[in-house]
């Protein structure tokens, strides 16, 4: 009776759009609730809950910011920009793409080391680490992204066993990680575990990105300012004295510039 539910031309045998309807059919029988969820979110995006205009109403700048966010779910950003901020899992994807070898080995190596079959984290390996790059757990962002992977995988699984992180999960911790600027803290943890990142390129080893951007229109950009002194220059390069330090408590540095109007 099953199959001739499926043979629907009755030829008494199964043709390419028959079995792709039946698995689309099963399909939507496992992830029929979840695919609803995720039709009401991507929907509630468009719809207007400002008390300003009409139910159901856009503006032309309503629309465009929704569109962008929607664009913003789809890529992960815009194509050539500079990633600095990770709100998707697209945009997670985006910045573990970017990962150098080196970078990958480390979080490999440190993940080896804590994983004891090779690939997944229990919660229990993973506080581990939290505990030994941080001093208790609670606090760090880390501890943040961790604690929201296990969270999702614990309601959307099953209670018969505990959420664990993969290792594509454990690259994307450390994707946010960097997304947030936190270059110098994943050094540190990661050395704490025996990772050595920073001592494979003498000529320049230290990280160098630009996060800050200072945007204008309708202002003529009449000047700049150096972000370190010649002095400051080679405190940095010269004596190896990175940042941040005694003298600037910061990995980042000021853009400071002088605008008029045209």
Not at 105 to 127: I, R
Request: net charge negative; aromatic share 12%.
């Amino acid at each position: 009776q099953a199959f001739e539910r499926i043979d629907l031309d009755g030829n008494g045998l199964l043709d390419e759009d028959e079995f792709q309807t039946l698995l689309e059919n099963v399909y939507v029988t496992i992830y029929g609730d979840e695919i609803e969820k995720q039709r009401t979110e991507f929907f509630a995006g468009f719809q207007n809950k400002g008390k300003e205009s009409h139910s159901g109403e856009l503006t032309r700048e309503q629309f465009t910011e929704r569109l962008l966010a929607l664009h913003q779910e789809i890529e992960g950003g815009r194509r050539g920009s500079e990633l600095s901020e990770v709100r998707t899992e697209a945009d997670v994807q985006k910045m573990v793409d970017r990962f150098t070898p080196l970078f990958q080995l480390a979080l490999d190596e440190v993940f080896d080391k804590l994983s004891s079959n090779g690939n997944t984290l229990t919660q229990e390996e993973v506080n581990g680490f939290l505990m030994k790059t941080n001093g208790e757990l609670g606090r760090g962002g880390t501890f943040r992204h961790t604690s929201e992977i296990i969270r999702k995988k614990t309601e959307s699984g099953s209670d018969d066993e505990p959420a664990v992180l993969t290792r594509r999960d454990w690259y994307g911790v450390f994707a946010r990680e960097l997304a947030e600027g936190k270059w110098w803290q994943v050094v540190y943890d990661l050395e704490a575990y025996g990772s050595d990142l920073r001592s494979h390129n003498s000529e320049n080893r230290f990280y160098q990105g630009w996060l800050d951007y200072i945007y204008f229109r309708r202002l003529a950009c009449i000047g700049v300012q150096d972000v370190l002194t010649k002095s400051e220059r080679a405190r940095v390069y010269e004596a190896g004295d990175a940042l941040p330090n005694e003298w600037h408590p910061s990995d980042h540095l000021p853009v400071s510039a002088v605008f008029s109007w045209k």
